[in-house]
């Protein structure tokens, strides 16, 4: 019979994992002082699930809608710490996948976007946009544990991506319904070629 008494991953890292959802990295976890050898046992003795390459779950943690997008938000830069990552972030949700994290607009968001500070070279699927300035602080927000791009911002960041404008117009009319941005921020957001009366007629088609 395994002995379980003395290992307690999830008590190690629980100043971390409640941070993020239940999550944490592997290099957070060593930061806490957990080896890797009870990394595997607490996986092994259903303290915790591998859910990417070094990220895991703490058993019982709620379900998370946004996994995907968190786990590949904590593979990009799995060393800094839950407060580094939302009070001098070097690392944003962006594009489609803050449309996501907002609950706005009906978006594919199979492949996760973001912007970051420098040029980074992920080993999965990811659209990361650089900006090495980053971004303002009026730009981004903290939602659902996230950095991520302002709603304003993210209409800013579609806008350029000369999307389909049938989606571009459900987010926007999600935007204003919901109390999201004003009319006035959101039209300011969209530029001069795009006007979003039109963009907002399109929606309702």
Do not use: C
Not at 65 to 73: F, H, M, T
Not at 124 to 150: C, K, N, Q, Y
Request: glycine residues 6%; aromatic residues 6%; without cysteine.
């Amino acid at each position: 019979m395994k002995v379980r008494s003395h290992l307690n991953v999830p008590a190690q890292v629980e100043h971390i994992a409640s941070a993020q959802a239940g999550y944490f990295t592997r290099a957070q976890a060593h930061d806490a002082g957990v080896q890797d050898f009870e990394l595997s046992r607490s996986t092994e003795y259903g303290q915790t699930v591998r859910v990417g390459h070094g990220v895991y779950r703490i058993v019982g943690a709620p379900t998370d809608p946004n996994e995907d997008l968190r786990v590949a938000w904590l593979r990009l830069d799995p060393r800094s710490t839950p407060r580094q990552r939302t009070r001098t972030p070097t690392l944003w949700v962006s594009h489609r996948s803050a449309a996501r994290v907002h609950g706005l607009g009906v978006f594919v968001t199979d492949t996760p976007e973001f912007i970051s500070t420098h040029k980074l070279q992920p080993r999965f699927p990811a659209r990361i946009r650089v900006r090495s300035a980053g971004l303002d602080r009026d730009e981004w927000v903290i939602r659902d544990g996230f950095a991520v791009t302002s709603v304003v911002r993210t209409m800013e960041d579609l806008s350029a991506e000369r999307l389909d404008r049938g989606h571009l117009g459900q987010f926007l009319a999600d935007a204003i319904r919901t109390g999201a941005a004003t009319r006035e921020e959101l039209q300011e957001a969209a530029g001069h070629d795009l006007h979003i009366d039109a963009l907002l007629a399109m929606a309702e088609k």
